[in-house]
């Protein structure tokens, strides 16, 4: 079900989206509301789970993890498929999984240490579902690329957020790691209840999320938002380029990101180079703008596949395990 939001939570939506720690003194000054105002509103969000969490988003590779992408095809075997997705759920290396028609039915974003672990997480998952497991394409992530959700105000943007791009090995102390865990399942946690769990004190507490900040170990932070509740549908979509040129790439990723429907641009190795989220109001507003880059880009890109997601998780498991 979805419903009619007007144009003061559309604009809650956006700031929460692009910063879910924002006090609500700062948006109440952004909407000219009052403080109350804000706070009935937001609760009314969570009630109708339009808003259904808020979760700090953590980059594996920042922990000395590599990021890899598997897509499968799966048999219309609808038990099965469950307990694979169930199954796949419970893994806390899985950083991502998808639900989707179209291109692949499954899609996974895995942190491992190296190649031998990601090879051994495959043939334990694989091997036991090998029944249903139709086709397998894998990739190695190189960036991924995140803007705000534009069409929320019906304006482009120009705000940009990077995963996976400069990997390290920060270590992480018990106070850190604790924290983590807490801001995934609450990114609007207080300081002073995380020093209280983590049995620290604020300035501890302060000085280390600064810290996992600074070193990207934490991205952003995210309202997790229910887009059927608000009338929209979410598209996957792989572009195959042609050899192109760095400034040709850059100029085409600004031009993606510039637009409002455009949520996420991934960069890999793999069968395709580039791929796509977007989140339009129906399929064909999704065709429109996708024959819109196609005509932006006519020598860059080659083909195009695209899947209609109908589940997305990050960290399915709800755990963050950084060995």
Not at 61 to 79: E, R, S
Not at 293 to 318: L, N, Q, S, W
Request: glycine residues 4%; proline residues 3%.
């Amino acid at each position: 079900m979805a419903f009619n939001i007007d144009k003061i939570d559309k604009r809650i939506l956006f700031e929460m989206d692009d910063y879910a720690r924002i006090p609500e003194t700062k948006l109440a000054k952004m909407v000219n509301r009052s403080k109350a105002s804000i706070r009935y509103r937001i609760k009314q969000l969570e009630q109708k789970k339009i808003i259904t969490g808020y979760h700090a988003w953590i980059d594996p590779t920042k922990v000395g993890y590599q990021v890899y992408k598997i897509y499968l095809k799966v048999a219309n075997k609808p038990k099965r498929r469950k307990e694979f997705i169930d199954y796949i759920k419970k893994e806390k290396s899985v950083f991502w999984l998808g639900v989707a028609d179209g291109a692949w039915d499954l899609g996974i974003t895995f942190f491992a240490k190296n190649n031998t672990d990601f090879y051994e997480f495959q043939h334990k998952s694989f091997y036991k579902f090998r029944d249903i497991i139709l086709s397998k394409k894998t990739a190695v992530v190189a960036e991924v690329v995140i803007s705000p959700k534009g069409f929320l105000l019906d304006q482009k943007k120009h705000k940009r957020t990077h995963f996976f791009l400069n990997p390290a090995k920060n270590q992480l102390d018990y106070i850190e790691y604790s924290m983590l865990r807490l801001l995934f399942k609450n990114a609007r946690i207080s300081i002073v209840e995380m020093a209280r769990q983590t049995k620290s004190t604020v300035d501890m507490v302060r000085t280390r999320l600064k810290r996992l900040e600074n070193t990207g170990v934490i991205v952003c932070y995210k309202a997790t938002i229910d887009h059927n509740k608000i009338g929209m549908e979410f598209f996957k979509t792989f572009l195959y380029l042609s050899q192109i040129d760095p400034d040709q790439e850059k100029k085409m990723v600004n031009y993606l990101l510039s637009h409002p429907n455009i949520l996420h641009v991934v960069k890999q190795v793999g069968p395709w180079e580039i791929e796509l989220e977007i989140m339009v109001e129906n399929y064909l507003k999704y065709t429109e703008i996708l024959n819109e880059i196609k005509e932006h880009f006519p020598d860059e890109i080659m083909d195009v596949d695209t899947a209609i997601m109908g589940g997305d998780y990050v960290f399915p498991c709800r755990d963050i395990v950084f060995e």
